[in-house]
């Protein structure tokens, strides 16, 4: 391929008018360097003619704590579900490792990605759910292990004691056989977080996955996400509402208004002395709502 | 109502004949239920509006109507069915087109959550049907789906008024003997009534079956609690 | 083997007028059906335990039995025991007791559909009890019920063209008689499903309007 070509992208599905994003791939390709792991390009995202992400880019490194936060309707959860490919977009990329999740090469043409490609990539992303959605006619331990089992294709034992191992971590072994509905919010949401955990994922996403919760909950969920920031390097996208919680947990905090990222920062330096007006504006009202930062 | 009694085994061999076409019948429906219920949720366009045609015709028309189309008017066009293939084929796409509306209201009733959870855990289009929609759709679909097999049980009658000796029609003879249509058709409500029942009990199993995880609130209540 | 068109309109008045014998013995069904359906609705609710037995187990066994033997039961048993009725009366009291027996349930969901409140108001305003239902329970309880029932009716429309079996010269019985004596089945009885679907499909179409436009205001 010679340095010159540039290649055109097609947008992928979605409503509406389908948009041609072009950029010149090669030299995405040479700036994807080794440490940024997840990279968005100028993403596009409407409902109809509801713009909700507009020209955001973003990268994410390898085992980078990444929170987003910002008032409600700012696109957040759109973020994590481009990710997770549960949205498609109109304009724009998006690289994980270096390779594109919507499309791939085929000729030297970047085209739609096939279903392979997009389980390929997916296989390194995992999602927890603001309201859990395990599967209700499974036990928790079906819930951790029967995924292993059919996509990874893990022998059943391995996959049970794998799940036995991670429900024994988010303190909820006795509760293996259990189904969803006999557990209370916050013992389903650790169930999720241990089935997704399950499947090795090098990036978890992980989407207000508290704010179902009753408060006296929230704590038992936090810890265990503090127990897998201490113990493992995967890359964690998280969308929270917990202030004192992102400030703890993160490196780097991104603030997100209008569907577009108006600052980012490390935590400290954005929680007490954020450069934006709008970033000052929204602190100021989750303070007066009583929260902590 | 004793001389009913020498008629039994032609009543028998009537009951036996209901039986076969609702069985055949059945499973004809079950299949066309389901393959086109899934193609109406999530088919290619051209395909859904094929399938939607078809829904349309046999549930705008009566069974009898459709019944008496096959059996005059389709060797007139030179298919020939046998007389039993022809009914149960009738009879499955007839209830099949009622089931397929069925099929694809279980299958819009599971939450989204569930088929975004398949998503994120990767599971390939098969392995999400079989292992996570499916099942779930099933305990919605198991009610309706009996009613429908009890109204299946209820239009084999019809195959009576097209040759087929079935139950209804050997009482339709039983009756020209005997003279006596009270105890006759009395006999034969009563073993209709026992066979839908028999087919209720049936799927009140299976629902129960494919309730698993389905529990109360209550104990649902119970178990946060400890 | 082709469709012969100018026989399928020669035919034609014949259908359309066995076709106002269907509607006849839909509509006479269907006020039959909707009359009985309420009573034995009310009947499942009433406070003498033997009444709410019999109309369940009554309502149970029409839905749980054919309705061609139903009718045959009605029209050679009927004679029997001295009641002679012209076939088209013994076709609608068919069609009456079976569709009622379904049209009951409807009734029963729409009524324990009407909030506890309602009931309790009427009582502390001190309604008489056919008060509660005549002004209070039914005028709510019934429009949500509209497009429930009317999709019986559509299905008894339907089910008319078993009449045939029993000599009334509906739509049905005409095309079958044409086919007899000319052995051209294929024409009437195509036309007649036309018809049928003619008849049928915008009824359908609008009952799911109205169901829309019930779902919207209880919304
Ligand atoms: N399926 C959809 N159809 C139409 N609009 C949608 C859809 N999903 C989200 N939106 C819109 O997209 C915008 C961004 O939604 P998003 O869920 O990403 O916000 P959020 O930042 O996660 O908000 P919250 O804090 O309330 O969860 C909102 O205006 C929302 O109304
Ligand atoms: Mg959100």
Redesign the pocket.
């Given at each position: 391929m010679t340095g010159k070509t540039n290649l055109s992208i097609k947008a992928v599905g979605g409503t509406g008018s389908s948009q041609v994003a072009e950029f010149p791939y090669r030299e995405t390709r040479l700036a994807q360097s080794a440490d940024k792991q997840v990279e968005f390009r100028s993403i596009e995202k409407r409902?109809g003619h509801?713009q909700?992400l507009s020209d955001l880019s973003l990268s994410i490194k390898r085992g980078e704590k990444l929170s987003l936060i910002?008032p409600?309707?700012?696109?957040?959860?759109?973020v994590l579900r481009i990710l997770m490919t549960l949205e498609t977009i109109q304009g724009g990329s998006i690289w994980i490792d270096g390779k594109p999740l919507w499309h791939e090469e085929r000729n030297g043409q970047l085209v739609k990605a096939s279903q392979q490609h997009l389980r390929r990539q997916r296989a390194k992303i995992g999602m927890v759910f603001q309201h859990f959605n395990l599967f209700p006619h499974m036990t928790a331990l079906e819930n951790i292990s029967q995924p292993q089992r059919i996509v990874l294709g893990r022998p059943r034992v391995e996959a049970d004691v794998q799940a036995l191992e991670l429900l024994d971590m988010v303190g909820l072994r006795e509760r293996a056989h259990h189904y969803p509905a006999q557990l209370s919010g916050g013992q389903k949401q650790r169930v999720a977080i241990a089935r997704a955990l399950a499947m090795k994922p090098e990036i978890m996403l992980f989407d207000?996955i508290t704010s179902a919760l009753d408060p006296e909950l929230v704590e038992e969920v936090l810890n265990v996400l503090r127990e897998i920031g201490r113990t493992s390097d995967m890359t964690m996208l998280l969308?929270t509402h917990e202030m004192t919680f992102a400030k703890e947990f993160s490196d780097r905090v991104l603030f997100m208004d209008g569907g577009r990222i108006v600052e980012e920062g490390e935590p400290d330096q954005l929680f007490s002395a954020p450069t934006q007006d709008r970033t000052r504006s929204f602190l100021r009202k989750i303070i007066a709502a009583g929260q902590r930062i | 109502m004793s001389q009913l009694y020498s008629f039994l085994p032609m009543l028998l061999q009537g009951l036996v004949t209901t039986i076969q076409i609702t069985v055949v019948a059945a499973v004809i429906a079950t299949v066309v239920a389901t393959v086109c219920g899934v193609i109406r949720y999530s088919g290619w366009w051209p395909l859904r509006a094929i399938v939607g045609i078809y829904i349309e015709i046999f549930r705008g028309t009566s069974c009898y109507v459709q019944l008496f189309w096959a059996f005059f008017v389709l060797p007139l066009l030179g298919v020939t069915l046998s007389p039993f293939a022809a009914a149960v084929v009738v009879i499955g796409l007839n209830v099949g087109s009622y089931g397929s509306e069925v099929v694809r209201g279980a299958l819009k009733a599971v939450p989204r959550g569930q088929w975004e959870a398949c998503v994120a855990l990767n599971y390939s289009t098969w392995h999400k049907y079989r292992y996570v929609i499916v099942p779930q759709a099933m305990r919605l679909a198991i009610a309706p789906m009996a009613n429908l097999m009890v109204d299946l049980l209820k239009i084999t009658p019809l195959v009576s008024l097209v040759t087929i000796s079935d139950l209804t029609y050997e009482a339709m003879v039983v009756r020209q003997q005997t003279g006596n249509s009270f105890a006759t058709f009395l006999t034969i409500l009563v073993v209709y009534f026992v066979l839908s029942s028999a087919i209720i009990a049936v799927f009140r199993r299976l629902e129960i079956h494919f309730s698993r995880g389905a529990e109360t609130f209550a104990t649902n209540k119970e178990a946060a609690a400890t | 083997m082709t469709f012969d068109f100018d026989f399928a309109l020669q035919v034609l008045p014949d259908l359309v007028r066995g076709f106002a014998i269907t509607i006849q013995a839909t509509v006479g069904g269907s006020v039959l059906a909707l009359a009985l359906g309420l009573a034995f609705a009310l009947a499942n609710r009433s406070e003498n335990r033997l009444l709410r037995v019999c109309s369940g187990s009554a309502s149970e066994f029409l839905r749980r039995t054919p309705l061609l033997v139903q009718l045959f039961f009605i029209f050679y048993v009927l004679p029997d025991v001295g009641i002679v009725i012209p076939p088209i009366w013994a076709g609608i009291l068919a069609l009456g007791l079976h569709s009622s027996a379904y049209m009951s349930e409807v009734y029963r969901a729409g009524i324990e559909a009407v909030p506890k409140g309602q009931w309790e108001a009427a009582l502390a305003l001190n309604y008489h009890p056919v008060q509660t239902w005549r002004r209070v329970i039914l005028p709510q309880a019934i429009p949500p019920m509209v497009p429930a029932l009317g999709n019986y009716v559509v299905l008894m429309f339907k089910e008319t063209a078993l009449l045939a079996v029993i000599t009334v010269p509906e739509a049905m019985n005409t095309a079958r008689d044409i086919g007899n004596s000319t052995y051209q089945y294929t024409e009437p009885v195509t036309v007649v499903g036309i018809l049928y679907l003619l008849i049928s499909i915008p009824v359908v179409l609008a009952l799911r309007f109205i169901e829309r436009r019930v779902h919207q205001e209880a919304a």
């Amino acid at each position: 391929m010679t340095g010159k070509t540039n290649l055109s992208i097609k947008a992928v599905g979605g409503t509406g008018s389908s948009q041609v994003a072009e950029f010149p791939y090669r030299e995405t390709r040479l700036a994807q360097s080794a440490d940024k792991q997840v990279e968005f390009r100028s993403i596009e995202k409407r409902y109809g003619h509801h713009q909700v992400l507009s020209d955001l880019s973003l990268s994410i490194k390898r085992g980078e704590k990444l929170s987003l936060i910002g008032p409600s309707g700012s696109g957040k959860t759109t973020v994590l579900r481009i990710l997770m490919t549960l949205e498609t977009i109109q304009g724009g990329s998006i690289w994980i490792d270096g390779k594109p999740l919507w499309h791939e090469e085929r000729n030297g043409q970047l085209v739609k990605a096939s279903q392979q490609h997009l389980r390929r990539q997916r296989a390194k992303i995992g999602m927890v759910f603001q309201h859990f959605n395990l599967f209700p006619h499974m036990t928790a331990l079906e819930n951790i292990s029967q995924p292993q089992r059919i996509v990874l294709g893990r022998p059943r034992v391995e996959a049970d004691v794998q799940a036995l191992e991670l429900l024994d971590m988010v303190g909820l072994r006795e509760r293996a056989h259990h189904y969803p509905a006999q557990l209370s919010g916050g013992q389903k949401q650790r169930v999720a977080i241990a089935r997704a955990l399950a499947m090795k994922p090098e990036i978890m996403l992980f989407d207000e996955i508290t704010s179902a919760l009753d408060p006296e909950l929230v704590e038992e969920v936090l810890n265990v996400l503090r127990e897998i920031g201490r113990t493992s390097d995967m890359t964690m996208l998280l969308v929270t509402h917990e202030m004192t919680f992102a400030k703890e947990f993160s490196d780097r905090v991104l603030f997100m208004d209008g569907g577009r990222i108006v600052e980012e920062g490390e935590p400290d330096q954005l929680f007490s002395a954020p450069t934006q007006d709008r970033t000052r504006s929204f602190l100021r009202k989750i303070i007066a709502a009583g929260q902590r930062i | 109502m004793s001389q009913l009694y020498s008629f039994l085994p032609m009543l028998l061999q009537g009951l036996v004949t209901t039986i076969q076409i609702t069985v055949v019948a059945a499973v004809i429906a079950t299949v066309v239920a389901t393959v086109c219920g899934v193609i109406r949720y999530s088919g290619w366009w051209p395909l859904r509006a094929i399938v939607g045609i078809y829904i349309e015709i046999f549930r705008g028309t009566s069974c009898y109507v459709q019944l008496f189309w096959a059996f005059f008017v389709l060797p007139l066009l030179g298919v020939t069915l046998s007389p039993f293939a022809a009914a149960v084929v009738v009879i499955g796409l007839n209830v099949g087109s009622y089931g397929s509306e069925v099929v694809r209201g279980a299958l819009k009733a599971v939450p989204r959550g569930q088929w975004e959870a398949c998503v994120a855990l990767n599971y390939s289009t098969w392995h999400k049907y079989r292992y996570v929609i499916v099942p779930q759709a099933m305990r919605l679909a198991i009610a309706p789906m009996a009613n429908l097999m009890v109204d299946l049980l209820k239009i084999t009658p019809l195959v009576s008024l097209v040759t087929i000796s079935d139950l209804t029609y050997e009482a339709m003879v039983v009756r020209q003997q005997t003279g006596n249509s009270f105890a006759t058709f009395l006999t034969i409500l009563v073993v209709y009534f026992v066979l839908s029942s028999a087919i209720i009990a049936v799927f009140r199993r299976l629902e129960i079956h494919f309730s698993r995880g389905a529990e109360t609130f209550a104990t649902n209540k119970e178990a946060a609690a400890t | 083997m082709t469709f012969d068109f100018d026989f399928a309109l020669q035919v034609l008045p014949d259908l359309v007028r066995g076709f106002a014998i269907t509607i006849q013995a839909t509509v006479g069904g269907s006020v039959l059906a909707l009359a009985l359906g309420l009573a034995f609705a009310l009947a499942n609710r009433s406070e003498n335990r033997l009444l709410r037995v019999c109309s369940g187990s009554a309502s149970e066994f029409l839905r749980r039995t054919p309705l061609l033997v139903q009718l045959f039961f009605i029209f050679y048993v009927l004679p029997d025991v001295g009641i002679v009725i012209p076939p088209i009366w013994a076709g609608i009291l068919a069609l009456g007791l079976h569709s009622s027996a379904y049209m009951s349930e409807v009734y029963r969901a729409g009524i324990e559909a009407v909030p506890k409140g309602q009931w309790e108001a009427a009582l502390a305003l001190n309604y008489h009890p056919v008060q509660t239902w005549r002004r209070v329970i039914l005028p709510q309880a019934i429009p949500p019920m509209v497009p429930a029932l009317g999709n019986y009716v559509v299905l008894m429309f339907k089910e008319t063209a078993l009449l045939a079996v029993i000599t009334v010269p509906e739509a049905m019985n005409t095309a079958r008689d044409i086919g007899n004596s000319t052995y051209q089945y294929t024409e009437p009885v195509t036309v007649v499903g036309i018809l049928y679907l003619l008849i049928s499909i915008p009824v359908v179409l609008a009952l799911r309007f109205i169901e829309r436009r019930v779902h919207q205001e209880a919304a």
